[in-house]
């Protein structure tokens, strides 16, 4: 078996306007293709960031997301960033709440949490 990398990654939000505005607008991804599936009434939106592809799939009768304790399956997306410090500062300046910085105790390098709109954890790490 030869896997060579992570093709896509896919989300499921609750809102589309806010959805892509969060993920587009804030994060910076961009979009590939969008399209409206009437057979499943949702939103499929196929985002770009770097080699990184993220399926946004828009469904409003979805179940929430548990939270704590943690359930089985996607814990959260870590995005590498440059600084943690200053792009912490350009998401609360957007409005988006992150936790405290913190060291990552295996790597010894800066990571926080953030969440996407729909609760999922979003971490950025150096």
């Known amino acids: 078996m030869e896997l060579n990398r992570v093709h896509h990654i896919a989300i499921i ?4 306007e806010i959805s892509k505005h969060f993920y587009v607008d804030i994060l910076g991804f961009q979009v590939i293709r969008e399209h409206y599936r ?7 939106i196929d985002l770009q960031l770097g080699d990184m592809e993220l399926e946004l799939f828009i469904r409003k009768d ?6 704590y304790p943690e359930a089985y399956g996607l814990r959260h997306l870590a995005f590498h960033v440059k600084s943690v410090e200053e792009t912490v500062k350009e998401l609360n300046t957007l409005g988006i709440e992150t936790e405290p910085i913190r060291i990552d105790f295996f790597t010894g390098k800066k990571m926080t949490f953030f969440q996407d709109p729909d609760g999922l954890p979003l971490e950025l790490h150096e």
Request: hydrophobic letters at 0%.
């Open 13 to 16: 939000g609750s809102d589309y």
């Open 62 to 67: 979805c179940p929430k997301r548990p939270s």
């Open 38 to 44: 009437e057979d499943r009434e949702d939103y499929k």
